[in-house]
């Protein structure tokens, strides 16, 4: 049996834990100020969620903030504009298993299962973009970090939300996962310690495995010093729960999902 794998990253500083408290302030004062407030978290955990299985990948990232070059991080940031649509495909993968998980559904047939949730991404899609087979491969490359690229993606939509309905003198592109990861690691990882609690829980489903793999996953230090925070599952709607109805194992499907705007807008500075 291999040994648990634990990200590298420091404690955040002991106000942390107390400073989210008030949501929508939080997200909008970090956003509006543009400023990297925890490099020694938001750099390497960003690392980790691109590249959770190339350490030189991670390596690269870490130097190029070390250095500040804009030259050789050109590639590197262009190709975070891929990853973070690989990012949101993820994100619906496991916001839909915590969803069926919530609402007991398919108890009758196995349970929740990573394969019932890519399902549904497929079959809700509304446009080309990424089959069922690519959806397995995408799950496959970032299921060691899924809790920390779902927290990102779900905060990227709760910006965007909030935004609409009282702008934060950002374009609405800018509001994107890596923005989140950088800008607010400290809720990005709160979040994401309630989502890697849920996926090492076993929930019934194939063969009474959790979510996420106990043994690959990269967790969160436990002395991280902050607080888990919830998120909502959602009712299944009647078009979903009529795809499960008639999925059959084996059943890959050709249906395209759609792809998330791939512009995003690096932090400018850091303090």
Known sequence: MHSMRKMQIPPFPAEAR???????????????DDVVMRPKQAVPMVGYMAWPNDATGRARWLQIHKQASQRSARDTFASLKLIQKHWTRVADIVHLHFD???????????????????????????????????????WKTYKDVAHLVTA?????GEAQMRHRRAPYGLKLTELQPYRMAMLLPDLVMAVAMTIESYGLKSVGHGRNEPMLDPESL???????????????ARPLTRASIAVLNARRAGNRGKVKTTPVSDRSSRPRKQR
């Open 18 to 32: 107390m400073q989210i408290t008030e949501i929508d302030a939080f997200i909008r004062l970090r956003l509006m």
């Open 100 to 138: 069926l998980a919530a609402g007991a559904h398919q108890q009758r047939r196995g349970g929740v299962s990573i394969g019932k949730s890519i399902s549904l991404v497929a079959a809700n899609a509304k446009s080309a973009g990424t089959g069922t087979a690519k959806l397995w491969e995408i």
């Open 152 to 156: 990102a993606v779900l905060i990227a």
């Open 218 to 232: 990269w967790r969160i230090p436990p002395e991280i010093n902050l607080t888990p925070l919830e998120f909502q």
